[in-house]
């Protein structure tokens, strides 16, 4: 066994390791290894203040300037308060009741210096509140010879920590498990690393949480990011490879049939973009191993007629295809679409073309068992659905071919339970998103897939305008923004309401919208069903109004849609179930209410739904955060660019690497614990090449078993799950 997989418990005394397990979720040696500084401090540079959250737990380094005694007001006796200045004279205070203020009065004294870790508060008035640490641990570098050695010489790390554990705790025990440490097997071979200038793996992990200076820290961190970045890719590669190996049913490309109908009869040309896409799917289909790429676009570029090029051609080869949507309205809007453009192709029978089936859980049993034996006897040669389309007894006559739209929001087993219905073979598989994907996250998260990309909007989309409409600062904006609803309802035009709830109901779906802004919540975020009553009793009293969200029955969602679509109502008040797919030419405003609560590349998508019919689209941005705030920048940002993929980058930035790998969705932590994916895109290209070359020359990684290892170590780790994109 690994000295990486040793138990922490056989490491460490048992307290601490229960600790570090339960606190931190730390249970090897390996992760406690891999469990980094946060940052570090030195003498002369105390850590700055300013970014304190409240209730946050914090460590914050600084020097005590003087101590008060002072009475308890309801009680007899007194307490403790300790003033505390960092670097940049921003102070905190420090609270002690009890027999803790005489430990504490003996030690702390002015002009000495330390670590002090608790949940920080904010106390005192409103117009001039102070920060406090009530009862906190800290750790004086005056009082040990050894502190006061380190402290001066070198770095100090200082720890992610947690209640019931401080920094210094972590350090202790990160020290305990180095001094035991011995020789590591490199999972970087010799030669990579002499050639990239990079430390053996035991130096570096010593330097990381023992630095004897920054230039320490700098080297060790620079090779522990290319771990991070090597292993990774490894580990995508070998599942591309892994997916090569699979057998799966040649597809090509007819020069007649179902496809070359459908094209013939196209209102419009395809971009060139779509064509050239067009042409790399077309070449994969006639594989004898599975495709498996994924399609990212700009919202609206077209995705949908690609995907349905493809399985028209896979149905011209004799199989089935299906298209799996994340919602039920997404996927009877993808229903409408498929069928509105093969026209009498999708009848089937005399008409030589072919039936298209709707899938979804909410069908009627005598619908439900019609779609099912279309799907089992091939009679549909395109099936549509939601996740009823993953259950056991729905079976195909032959599967070609799975496009998953909306990849994100499908977990690993729902994918498998589909790929595996092809049988003895694998079906090839289109992923889509709507969502741009930075070069640096394309490489990380769908590593294993082949990218294509439609940055092209087809012709006649019309502009988007953005504005922000701050509603707290200019409320006759807001009164604005209903007229500008009227005027374009007044010239048969169509508007769409977002708010991020939906209000009075257990399990909103606007709960994870209404979290994304990272602002501290003032009132609860809008909901679909007060704006809507509000608007129908004032400004659009004489107007047509339906209400659209996820907890409908789906009959009435599906009316509601149908009503909207035939141009039956004028404004739509609705939650994010109108933010992909959804397509009606007519609607070209959309006011998102309480904009600063959903993220960036959501807003983005959301706009997108507007503007498709040739006629200008305006978004309005409603919000009450003023100018200056973070939350309101994230808004000015959208509003100035319709550049999806510069957008994308901003989202990145503004989330936590574990969010966009998904690792929030599963409740799981990211694997990546240096890299940045923004900013280290140039590590990460290069551990790709290499990478690749090592795979090549050994593609089971024979002569590289401290590196199989490591990739096993990482699968093995349900924080690996989301890998998992095939």
Request: net charge negative; glycine share 10%; with cysteine.
């Amino acid at each position: 066994m690994s000295r990486f997989d040793e138990p922490l418990k056989k490491a460490l005394d048992p307290k601490t390791a229960k600790l570090l397990h339960s606190v931190l979720g730390l249970e090897t040696v390996g992760d406690l290894l891999r469990h980094y500084p946060r940052r570090y401090a030195e003498r002369g540079e105390l850590t700055s203040l300013d970014a304190l959250e409240v209730d946050e737990h914090v460590t914050v380094v600084g020097e005590v300037t003087r101590l008060m005694r002072k009475p308890m007001r309801n009680r007899g006796g007194t307490w403790l308060e300790a003033e505390v200045v960092d670097g940049n004279g921003n102070k905190i205070y420090l609270s002690f009741f009890g027999k803790g203020s005489h430990v504490a009065e003996s030690r702390l004294k002015p002009g000495r210096r330390g670590m002090f870790a608790g949940k920080v508060g904010l106390f005192g008035s409103r117009t001039s509140p102070r920060w406090q640490l009530s009862h906190p641990e800290f750790e004086l570098f005056e009082e040990s010879e050894a502190a006061v050695e380190e402290f001066a010489a070198a770095p100090v790390p200082i720890y992610p920590a947690g209640k019931d554990l401080t920094p210094w705790a972590i350090r202790r025990a990160v020290g305990v498990v180095l001094d035991t440490l011995g020789p590591l097997d490199d999972s970087l071979p010799a030669e990579l690393r002499v050639r990239h200038g990079l430390p053996e793996l035991g130096d570096a992990l010593v330097a990381i949480h023992r630095p004897k200076d920054f230039g320490d820290v700098q080297r060790a961190r620079k090779r522990l990011k290319f771990d991070e970045a090597f292993v990774l890719q490894a580990v995508l590669l070998r599942r591309r490879q892994a997916a090569t190996a699979w057998p799966a049913r040649s597809r090509p490309l007819r020069g007649d049939g179902l496809l070359a109908d459908f094209e013939a009869r196209l209102p419009f040309q395809l971009t060139e973009g779509q064509a050239e896409v067009g042409v790399e799917i077309a070449a994969d289909l006639a594989l004898e191993h599975p495709m498996h790429r994924l399609l990212q676009g700009e919202v609206g570029a077209g995705k949908t007629v690609v995907a349905l090029r493809a399985m028209l051609q896979v149905v011209d080869a004799g199989g089935q295809a299906v298209l799996l949507a994340p919602t039920e309205v997404l996927a009877q809007q993808h229903h409408r679409s498929i069928t509105g453009m093969l026209g009498d192709l999708a009848q089937g029978g005399m008409f030589g073309g072919t039936a298209v089936t709707l899938l979804t859980g909410s069908m009627g049993a005598a619908a439900r068992r019609s779609a099912l034996l279309d799907a089992a006897s091939g009679t549909a040669g395109i099936v549509v659905g939601t996740h009823a389309l993953l259950q056991e007894h729905v079976q195909f006559a032959d599967l070609g071919l799975v496009v998953v739209d909306e990849q994100h929001r499908f977990g690993v087993e729902q994918r498998d339970a589909l790929r595996e219905k092809a049988g003895d073979t694998r079906p090839h598989v289109l992923v889509m998103t709507a969502t741009p994907i930075p070069r640096t996250v394309a490489m990380t998260v769908f590593g294993d897939l082949e990218v294509s990309t439609l940055s092209q909007l087809p012709s006649g989309r019309a502009p988007i305008t953005t504005h922000v409409v701050p509603a707290a600062e200019k409320p006759h904006f807001l009164e604005r923004t209903w007229q500008r609803v009227r005027e374009e309802v007044g010239l048969g035009r169509q508007a769409y309401i977002v708010c991020p709830r939906i209000g009075d109901l257990e399990g909103d779906e606007g709960d994870l919208a209404a979290s994304a802004s990272g602002e501290e919540d003032r009132r609860p975020p809008l909901a679909v069903l007060d704006v809507a009553e509000l608007l129908s009793q004032g400004p659009f009293q004489d107007l047509r109004l339906g209400i659209l969200h996820g907890k409908l029955p789906p009959e009435e969602k599906d009316a509601v849609m149908r009503s909207f679509t035939r141009g039956e109502l004028d404004v739509m008040v609705a939650t994010t179930v109108i933010e992909v797919g959804v397509d009606v030419p007519n609607a070209c405003v959309m006011i998102i209410m309480d904009a600063d609560r959903f993220g960036v590349s959501q807003l983005h998508q959301l706009r997108g739904r507007v503007g498709r019919g040739g006629l200008p689209g305006l978004c309005l941005l409603v919000s009450d955060f003023p100018a200056g705030t973070p939350a309101r920048a994230r808004l000015d940002a959208v509003a100035a660019t319709l550049d999806g993929f510069e957008l994308s980058r901003v989202d990145l930035e503004q989330r936590r690497e574990g969010d966009v790998l998904g690792a929030a969705q599963s409740g799981k932590r990211s694997s990546l614990k240096m890299l940045q994916l923004l900013r280290d895109e140039d590590v990460i290209a290069t551990a790709r090449d290499e990478a690749a070359a090592l795979l090549a020359e050994d593609p089971t990684l024979t002569s590289h078993e401290a590196l199989r290892a490591e990739i096993g170590r990482l699968l093995e780790d349900e924080r690996a799950e989301y890998l998992e994109k095939t």
